[in-house]
């Protein structure tokens, strides 16, 4: 592809200076000082041209290695893993376990009991209270189906990325160059493909090792993880959030009580109705989950693209002259 675009630009080259050569000449037959003129501003700007050639193609490849020595490989690759990570760590995951929830979760609801003597019997629910838990898990669900999707977007950016700069925007914008009506864009999508192929990714591979450093220095491990699975025993016997017997050890009942009234203690605290939000605590997971993935998936890109469009008008005003 290089190879390809520096066959074309060194033809478009030699047709310029063709053209203006024989601009210069009629200026001489025809005796015009403005022709000459216009030759020499637009030899001077071929001249410059052909430097931007080499040294656009030079810093696309400068900024790939720095980009490479600071983040310890190629940023988008790093970029891409760090994505990947998240979505296959985090977002599936969570996805799995809220749908998991949801279904069980709506199955305890649906259980009821019938209390009283013959006709005059009515309908209680075993598990009262577990709707206001059900209605978040959805809102969580359809939150974490967001993230998804965003994150998803991103990944199909970074993949998009090196096919439009590298094979697009840095050959277009040299070749638009050459010409006098198309010299700003040219410098424009010069400064863009250098932006987009090393400098916005940069920012998600500093961001990945930032997230590393935050989790090692607090303890929780050697790398970042975006999301903690619920426990194997949520539903169990051993520990549950929805078993009865699991209410005196969450509200530290002691065992002396519980021995006097085995039963209860329990029975008693379950239809307590100000006690539904014991049940809340089983989506701390997902809370913590998605207030990391936001970052992400949400403030992450905003920043790298304010920061990179910035960058590209800042460098392209300072290159132009027209700030």
Same mark, same amino acid.
């Not at 052909?50 to 790939?64: D, R």
């Given at each position: 592809m290089l190879d390809f675009f520096a066959f074309v630009a060194s033809g478009t080259v030699l047709v310029l200076s063709a053209y203006l050569a024989l601009v210069y000449m009629a200026s001489r037959v025809?005796?015009?000082?403005?022709?000459? !003129?216009?030759?020499?501003?637009?030899?001077?700007? *071929?001249?410059?041209s052909a430097? +931007?050639? $080499?040294?656009?193609?030079?810093?696309? !490849?400068?900024?790939q290695e720095a980009g490479k020595? *600071?983040?310890?490989?190629?940023? +988008?690759? $790093?970029?891409l893993n760090y994505l990947q990570k998240i979505i296959q760590r985090g977002v599936l995951p969570a996805y799995m376990d809220l749908i998991s929830l949801d279904v069980r979760l709506t199955y305890f609801s649906a259980l009821e009991?019938?209390?009283?003597?013959?006709?005059?019997h009515y309908a209680v629910k075993s598990m009262p209270g577990l709707e206001p838990v059900?209605?978040?898990?959805?809102?969580?669900?359809?939150?974490?189906?967001?993230?998804?999707?965003?994150?998803?977007?991103?990944?199909?950016i970074f993949n998009l990325i090196p096919v439009l700069t590298a094979g697009f925007m840095l050959p277009a914008g040299v070749l638009l160059r050459f010409f006098p009506p198309t010299r700003d864009a040219g410098i424009y999508l010069i400064v863009l493909?250098?932006?987009?192929?090393?400098?916005?990714?940069?920012?998600?591979?500093?961001?990945?090792?930032?997230?590393?450093?935050?989790?090692k220095a607090h303890g929780w491990g050697d790398e970042y993880q975006p999301y903690t699975s619920l426990p194997a025993n949520l539903f169990g016997k051993e520990f549950s959030l929805l078993d009865p017997e699991a209410i005196p050890e969450w509200l530290h009942i002691p065992d002396a009580?519980?021995?006097?009234h085995p039963t209860f203690v329990t029975e008693v605290l379950l239809f307590l109705p100000f006690l539904s939000f014991l049940n809340f605590a089983a989506l701390e997971p997902f809370f913590e989950g998605i207030a990391s993935l936001s970052l992400v998936?949400?403030?992450?890109?905003?920043?790298?693209?304010?920061?990179t469009v910035a960058f590209v008008n800042a460098v392209t005003k300072f290159i132009t002259g027209r700030g």
């Amino acid at each position: 592809m290089l190879d390809f675009f520096a066959f074309v630009a060194s033809g478009t080259v030699l047709v310029l200076s063709a053209y203006l050569a024989l601009v210069y000449m009629a200026s001489r037959v025809f005796n015009k000082p403005e022709l000459s !003129a216009y030759a020499r501003v637009e030899l001077y700007q *071929l001249f410059i041209s052909a430097i +931007i050639f $080499v040294v656009a193609f030079g810093a696309f !490849a400068f900024s790939q290695e720095a980009g490479k020595a *600071l983040v310890g490989g190629e940023p +988008i690759t $790093v970029s891409l893993n760090y994505l990947q990570k998240i979505i296959q760590r985090g977002v599936l995951p969570a996805y799995m376990d809220l749908i998991s929830l949801d279904v069980r979760l709506t199955y305890f609801s649906a259980l009821e009991g019938r209390q009283g003597p013959g006709v005059w019997h009515y309908a209680v629910k075993s598990m009262p209270g577990l709707e206001p838990v059900i209605s978040v898990v959805r809102t969580l669900t359809f939150t974490m189906t967001a993230i998804f999707g965003t994150l998803t977007a991103q990944v199909l950016i970074f993949n998009l990325i090196p096919v439009l700069t590298a094979g697009f925007m840095l050959p277009a914008g040299v070749l638009l160059r050459f010409f006098p009506p198309t010299r700003d864009a040219g410098i424009y999508l010069i400064v863009l493909a250098i932006a987009f192929q090393s400098f916005f990714p940069l920012i998600y591979s500093l961001n990945s090792m930032a997230m590393d450093d935050i989790w090692k220095a607090h303890g929780w491990g050697d790398e970042y993880q975006p999301y903690t699975s619920l426990p194997a025993n949520l539903f169990g016997k051993e520990f549950s959030l929805l078993d009865p017997e699991a209410i005196p050890e969450w509200l530290h009942i002691p065992d002396a009580a519980q021995v006097a009234h085995p039963t209860f203690v329990t029975e008693v605290l379950l239809f307590l109705p100000f006690l539904s939000f014991l049940n809340f605590a089983a989506l701390e997971p997902f809370f913590e989950g998605i207030a990391s993935l936001s970052l992400v998936a949400l403030f992450q890109p905003a920043l790298a693209m304010s920061v990179t469009v910035a960058f590209v008008n800042a460098v392209t005003k300072f290159i132009t002259g027209r700030g």
